[in-house]
């Protein structure tokens, strides 16, 4: 080993803190803590190649290569890559994100056994660093060599896309595709860049990728459906995404590539050029009575495409979703989803990783479907002249605060258009956010707000064309505005679709029959009733300037072959579930306590 200020450590190196704990990695979870090696917990190694950019990969030394991962990080791997530098102290070391500069840091004097370490951005202070403990391989870790000698191998060759082209194309041993892959990631970006074009235009390379990441979902899908597509950019209509794809609920969602197939499906996606403005990706579980008022009024504002992820639907929109989606209005992707996954980050992850259409668009606006995207019409004539005028200035996204509207006090759902019967809203501007971004740069979303590569230096902006500030968290804003822009949240509507909440899904839970007025959330319980009645809601209803337009986008939607006939259903089966409801909440209120929330709402049933 080599060790000095200004020159490379080199060898395989056991982990240990300031306080003397050794870094462990938990043997069912894969996450790395810093603690005492036990029956439960693995310890982590440090390898260090002979490479001047300063790259190592930690790995379990239990010889089996479980995929490791640091608390906060969405990107577990055998052979987990980070960068280093030298520590302020002799024969320490501080380790880095390899890509967006956090330090790794933990508490080293919090009680108890474990400290569990993280990547953060400790603006002022000294980075943490850790001391190694130089080691050989132990004879029960002959599996490791060959891994670490192909790590050393890879990381030798020079940092160019030629070279490495080359090697992919003449081939990986099994034993070196591990290798290949981390090492591969810390490739300069210019040259993934490059080599993604080369791939994009080269269908051999494609096969040749397939071949040796045959479980990579980028390097099996995305790239050769990125490719297909591009030959005449076909609209989507339907589109499965099976339970295999799980994964892209995570892949990513921290903004840095999981795989070096991933890396070149980012930098491929940089490559289309848009044709249209904006589409929306929304992700919609049982909102079969909403859809077509809520298509038809972006349909009316002037969005292109509009893309609808769907699962496990109970409420007859899936033969609604399929009759739009035949006739070209709507692409609907719908999925299904293993046991305890999420369906809201694999859509987001598929929109942004995977789906070739949402290319053909500048930009995207990730809303669900009781949100609606606003305007001042004075300012603007439809979406397109909106984010033209963003355009005006250096922006990649969009950051679009909350207009929160109430029950207007209604107790029961109606069959008029919900911008019509809904029209009094809280009198603030909510700080959360929802995003409209530039299509081709997320490498996956939040609900309020993208994830970008950490490398990029994205310039989000107010609907006003600020500045936005987010110190509170990504997902808010420093300054709420609404004047230009902004998005009407139908969170509440009336009590009985309030409650209709928390009898359907709420994330991945099956619709309930059953409705048990005690299982509502006080706290959600507490916030309509406030609302409910009160005289401090404001009249707004600025967005009804858009109804002879939506109307026209209303006609068209129903004149599409059998929309009308799965709308009605849709209406049969809600009604039906209606009479319920409202049953459950009339004869269920003597149940509950009195003076609870749960209490005063079923009251409001069987007072209507």
């Not at 003449?170 to 290798?179: F, K, L, P, S």
């Not at 929109?351 to 001042?376: H, K, S, Y």
């Not at 230009?484 to 839970?509: C, P, Q």
Request: charged share 25%.
């Amino acid at each position: 080993m080599k060790w000095g200020r200004d020159s490379l450590m080199v060898g395989l190196f056991r982990i240990l803190t300031q306080a003397g704990r050794i870094m462990c990695h938990d043997t069912t979870t894969g996450q790395i803590v810093a603690g005492r090696a036990s029956s439960d917990r693995g310890a982590v190694l440090l390898y260090l190649p002979h490479c001047a950019a300063r790259i190592g990969v930690l790995v379990s030394a239990t010889g089996t290569f479980p995929p490791l991962f640091v608390a906060g990080d969405t990107t577990p791997h055998p052979l987990l890559p980070v960068r280093y530098q030298d520590g302020a102290e002799a024969g320490s070391i501080v380790l880095y994100h390899p890509f967006s500069g956090l330090s790794l840091f933990l508490d080293d004097a919090a009680d108890g056994e474990v400290a569990v370490p993280c990547f953060s951005r400790d603006e002022g202070a000294e980075p943490y660093a850790f001391r190694l403990e130089e080691l050989s391989l132990l004879p029960d870790m002959p599996a490791l060599l060959p891994i670490l000698e192909a790590v050393q191998h890879y990381a030798a060759l020079p940092p160019d896309g030629a070279t490495w082209l080359e090697v992919l194309r003449a081939g990986i041993g099994t034993d070196r595709v591990m290798a290949f892959d981390v090492v591969a990631r810390f490739l300069p970006r210019a040259e993934i860049d490059w080599m993604a074009r080369r791939i994009l235009d080269d269908p051999a390379l494609r096969r040749t990728m397939q071949r040796f990441f045959p479980t990579d979902l980028f390097a099996c899908h995305a790239l050769p459906d990125l490719a297909a597509w591009l030959e005449a950019r076909p609209k989507l209509t339907r589109t499965d995404i099976p339970a295999a794809y799980d994964s892209l609920a995570t892949a990513g969602l921290d903004g840095t590539c999981t795989s070096f197939a991933h890396l070149c499906g980012a930098a491929a996606r940089r490559i289309v050029r848009p044709r249209r403005d904006v589409a929306i990706v929304a992700t919609a579980r049982n909102e079969g009575l909403y859809l077509l008022e809520w298509i038809a009024y972006h349909r009316a504002i002037g969005v292109g495409d509009i893309f609808i992820y769907s699962n496990n639907n109970d409420d007859g929109s899936d033969a609604l979703l399929a009759a739009l989606s035949e006739a070209g209005l709507i692409g609907w992707i719908r999925s299904e989803l293993g046991q305890g996954h999420a369906a809201q980050p694999k859509a987001y992850g598929h929109a942004f990783g995977m789906l070739p259409q949402v290319l053909d668009n500048r930009w995207t606006l990730v809303i669900d479907l009781d949100e609606f995207f606003a305007f001042d019409t004075r300012r603007f004539a439809s979406i397109g002249d909106f984010v033209a005028w963003q355009d005006a200035r250096p922006v990649d996204a969009i950051a679009l605060n909350w207009l929160v509207f109430g029950s207007s006090g209604a107790v029961f759902r109606t069959d008029e258009k919900l911008i019509q019967r809904i029209v009094h809203r809280l009198p603030w501007q909510d700080p959360h956010i929802k995003t409209m971004v530039r299509s081709h740069l997320p490498i996956h979303a939040h609900p309020h707000h993208p994830a970008f590569d950490p490398r990029d230096h994205v310039v989000t902006r107010t609907a006003s064309g600020g500045l936005h500030r987010s110190p509170d968290g990504a997902s808010f804003s420093e300054a709420p505005e609404t004047d230009l822009a902004w998005i009407n949240h139908y969170f509440l509507k009336s009590a009985e679709e309030f409650v209709w909440k928390f009898s359907r899904n709420r994330g991945d839970h099956q619709m309930r029959q059953d409705m048990d007025p005690e299982r509502i959330d006080p706290e959600f319980a507490t916030m309509f009733l406030k609302q409910h009645g009160s005289d401090t809601m404001v009249h707004d209803t600025r967005i009804q300037a858009w109804m002879p337009d939506m109307d026209r986008e209303l006609d068209r939607l129903h004149a599409a072959p059998g929309v009308g006939a799965a709308m009605r259903d849709v209406r049969l089966r809600y009604a039906a579930l209606s009479e319920q409801l409202r049953a459950r909440m009339r004869h269920g209120a003597a149940d509950l306590a009195p003076d609870t929330p749960q209490r005063r709402l079923a009251d409001l049933f069987g007072a209507a």
